[in-house]
């Protein structure tokens, strides 16, 4: 890896990053199609799993089932079951995230997160901050943020059906990213370890 990139996902070889020193850690992100595209696969992937885990199992069950009894009848009614199965099987998949979907376009709506603007993510000493491009702020407690690490990045959930993905290249100030990452973390698990226990 050359010296000028940074790996996100482990704190800078700088040294640990106290929450002194990360009272103010920001990152501005791209919000294009794709980005947003791949954020919300991995966010629904993340958040309903038994929904699209079990939604898959059904529908490869019925779709077996069509092509078993299909195979009895002849090759014509076969090739037709074929192609019936693969169409309603693409629909019943969409069908079961086309709803979440709605739904998060309409939380992005309305938190100002508009398409080709860029936004900034900012890990301050006390909450979680949000900044549009037309400087709309929105802000939340590190108790309520969610945190994971997928295969494309780290997603960030500060309420239901809105998060940010901080990408695992991100384009420019690795760095920046990384030590972003790692205070939104500390963040995070010290508000964690403050819970009373129930």
């Known amino acids: ?22 009272a103010s850690v920001s990152v501005t992100l791209a919000n294009d199609a ?10 629904l992937l993340r958040w309903h799993p038994k929904r699209l885990f079990f939604g898959s199992v059904l529908i490869i069950g019925v779709s077996t089932l069509c092509i078993h009894y299909s195979i009895r009848v002849g090759f014509p009614l076969f090739a037709l079951t074929m192609i019936a199965v693969m169409a309603l099987s693409s629909l019943a998949y969409a069908a079961l995230v086309w709803r979440a979907k709605s739904q998060i376009a309409e939380a992005f709506n309305r938190s100002g ?33 969610q945190v994971h690490r997928t295969s494309r990045g780290v997603l960030i959930s500060p309420e ?31 508000n964690s370890q403050d819970q009373p226990v129930s």
């Open 160 to 190: 239901p059906l809105l998060f940010f993905l901080i990408p695992k290249h991100h384009d420019a100030h690795l760095e920046e990213t990384g030590r972003f990452v790692q205070a939104v973390q500390l963040h995070v698990e010290e």
């Open 34 to 43: 794709r980005s947003r595209r791949i954020a919300t696969n991995q966010y």
């Open 113 to 145: 997160l508009s398409l080709d603007e860029p936004y900034t993510l900012r890990a301050d000493a006390e909450e979680f901050q949000f900044v549009t491009a037309h400087g709309v702020l929105c802000r939340w407690p590190y108790g309520q943020i």
């Open 1 to 22: 890896m050359p010296e000028h990139e940074v790996n996100p996902y482990r704190p800078p070889e700088t040294g640990d990053l106290s929450l002194d020193e990360s």
